[in-house]
């Protein structure tokens, strides 16, 4: 392992990802690393829409959105002094290929179980599937608590 390991982090504002840089950073202050955090943005598919109404990159901006997701996440989860050195990167694409490339050269990749959209009942998101199958180095995926969990809090 390097000097200095790059632990990068994938966050979507979903709780898992928020448990995902929780974890990243503590891992981070264990090992002298620094964390680089990832948010992917896309713009949404709008089949059918035509006319008036339809959103422009004036009306509807989901790389602003994305960055202010992952400004907010990592205040709300590192505070004022995470301990280590944290990186933000908004990045244009797929969540998948975006951090398969930012992973490249990195000691770790980290993700949460389950992004904003799919199914609640699943473990695995298609996302940290496919990392999980992909990824050019070793990959941690950080399930967000059970409603249980939380409540025994």
Sequence with gaps: MSANPRIVVGVDGSPASEQALNWAIDYARAVGGTIHAIAAWEYPAFYGWAGQGVPTVETFNPEEIAGKTLSDTIAKVAGDDAGVRITESVTPGSAAR?????????????????????????????????????APCPVVVVREPSGDAERAE
């Design 98 to 134: 975006v951090l398969l490339e930012a992973a490249k050269g990195a000691a770790l990749l980290v993700v949460g179980s389950r992004g904003l959209g799919g199914f609640s009942g699943v473990l695995l998101g298609s996302v940290s599937r496919h990392l999980t199958e992909h």
